[in-house]
């Protein structure tokens, strides 16, 4: 079996969030690893599919959900692009998913800026990797939508 870094992974995500880009939605991308294999690939789809909860995390929970047959995600990571939101963080309570690496920050909508614990006690978490090219891409994101 092949084994994959963080990097690896989370550039993987990046490309989620690249399509999203080009499809001009808030470019954030998120996959979904269980067992060193991704079970689960989004990007945010909020235009797209005029759904204000098509966020990349929750397409791919979804997704991932679908891919194991369980509504739990205990031995699953999740690598997303932007620090989850509160609804995006909720939803990785209730799945329980394992792992949470993110990016970038959100220091306007992000979870850790709220004072209560959103994500399962046993939920570890991870921040910074690639965080400067995530933040580039969306500082270029919405440099193009004001121009």
Known sequence: MEIYTDAYFMNEAFKQAKIAFEENEIPVGAVIVCRNKIIARAYNQTEKLTDVTAHAEMLAITSA??????????????YVTLE?????????FWSQLGEI???AADPKRGFSNNPEKLLHPKTKVSSGLMAEESKNLLDSFFKKLRN
């Open 84 to 92: 989850p939101c509160i609804m995006c963080a909720g939803a990785c």
């Open 101 to 103: 690496h993110y990016a």
């Open 65 to 78: 959900a679908n891919a194991l047959g369980s509504k739990y995600l205990t031995e699953c990571k999740l």
